[in-house]
Nanobody
Framework: QVEVVESGGGLVQPGGSLKLSCAAG????????MGWYRQTPGNERELVAQMFSDGRIEYADFVKGRFTIARGNGKNTASLQMSSLKPDDTAVYYCTADIGNGPLALRVWGQGTWVNVSS
């Protein structure tokens, strides 16, 4: 069974920075995609950024130039460096790891970490 665990959330002032980390483990696999999503109360989860095993990276328009997704040092690890944070970035942030490729891939979600951008 694969487990995804996020860390690094917390309270940060507007304009500040925060780095989230994620690790997926529990069985031997290579994640085809690792991504970050976020969700605010009453809204659907939305993609923040994702990176593919072939090196491609995608960002949501609302974070371009402010957030950076990167692979960590370990296998199936990822980080999300967030800068120039705004109150609108307040949300629960979820990390995902995809097992397999294409439409049959299994997406495993972490439990989320809360990011609160407030003065």
């Amino acid at each position: 069974q694969v487990e995804v665990v996020e860390s690094g959330g917390g309270l940060v002032q507007p304009g500040g920075s925060l780095k989230l980390s994620c690790a997926a483990g529990g069985r031997d696999f290579d994640a085809s995609v690792m991504g970050w999503y976020r969700q605010t109360p009453g809204n659907e989860r939305e993609l923040v950024a994702q990176m593919f095993s072939d090196g491609r990276i995608e960002y949501a328009d609302f974070v371009k130039g402010r957030f950076t997704i990167a692979r960590g040092n370990g296998k199936n690890t990822a980080s999300l460096q967030m800068s120039s944070l705004k109150p609108d970035d307040t949300a629960v942030y979820y990390c995902t790891a995809d097992i397999g490729n294409g439409p049959l891939a299994l997406r495993v979600w972490g439990q989320g970490t809360w990011v609160n951008v407030s003065s």
